[in-house]
T-cell receptor, first 114, second 110 residues
Framework: EPEVTQTPSHQVTQMGQEVILRCVPISNHLYFYWYRQILGQKVEFLVSFYNNEISEKSEIFDDQFSVERPDGSNFTLKIRSTKLEDSAMYFC????????????FGPGTRLTVL | RKEVEQDPGPFNVPEGATVAFNCTYSNSASQSFFWYRQDCRKEPKLLMSVYSSGNEDGRFTAQLNRASQYISLLIRDSKLSDSATYLCVVNTQYGNKLVFGAGTILRVKS
């Protein structure tokens, strides 16, 4: 069964450093998403991406964040200058279509900012 | 008011029990509704979509009441493997973002 994959599974970084989280969505999917979950809290939407541009973003997704689809398979989330409060699990998701289509989640990258 | 509200639990039930979870949502424009399951430190996994007519998948039954903005999940004949956090999730008509509830913890004990 096709699945979303993410690398690395765990990333440790120093405050102020840049990190790039990588995702490979399901191959025939056209919509891509990033969510995050701070430990003990709910899953929160960050951004959705379709047709090589951001279609929606949340208040959390400020200028420190960016997304890119550098080639036909990868979808990346970059955090330019990490803060302690960026420590969280970051989930990538993809869906075949938008709207009501099911979003399938990857296993997540645990980001720890020291 | 939170966008999606759930009773956090935990619900501690014996194997074989029937357990019901409820969820309310605040945005009347919400169009799609789901129950996801999340195991500890893992990704959310779709359990089932929820339709206005209600739907059943084996031991799981989901109901939607649009007038009350209320969603429910019923689990019959609970198994140890059902122990997890159950996430109520909604999606608005005009966007693709999923809005998650904080989850309801279920612990099934032998």
């Amino acid at each position: 069964e096709p699945e979303v994959t993410q690398t690395p599974s765990h990333q440790v970084t120093q405050m102020g450093q840049e990190v790039i989280l990588r995702c490979v969505p399901i191959s025939n999917h056209l919509y891509f998403y990033w969510y995050r979950q701070i430990l003990g809290q709910k899953v929160e939407f960050l951004v959705s991406f379709y047709n090589n541009e951001i279609s929606e973003k949340s208040e959390i997704f400020d200028d420190q964040f960016s997304v890119e689809r550098p080639d036909g398979s990868n979808f990346t989330l970059k955090i330019r200058s990490t803060k302690l409060e960026d420590s969280a699990m970051y989930f990538c998701a993809s869906s075949e279509g938008g709207g009501r289509d099911t979003q399938y989640f990857g296993p997540g990258t645990r980001l720890t900012v020291l | 008011r939170k966008e999606v509200e759930q009773d956090p639990g935990p619900f501690n039930v014996p194997e074989g029990a029937t357990v019901a979870f409820n969820c309310t949502y605040s945005n009347s424009a919400s169009q799609s509704f789901f129950w996801y399951r999340q195991d500890c430190r893992k990704e959310p996994k779709l359990l089932m979509s929820v339709y206005s007519s209600g739907n059943e998948d084996g031991r799981f039954t989901a109901q939607l009441n649009r007038a009350s903005q209320y969603i429910s999940l019923l689990i019959r004949d609970s198994k140890l493997s059902d122990s997890a956090t159950y996430l109520c999730v909604v999606n608005t008509q005009y966007g693709n973002k999923l809005v998650f509830g904080a989850g309801t913890i279920l612990r099934v004990k032998s």
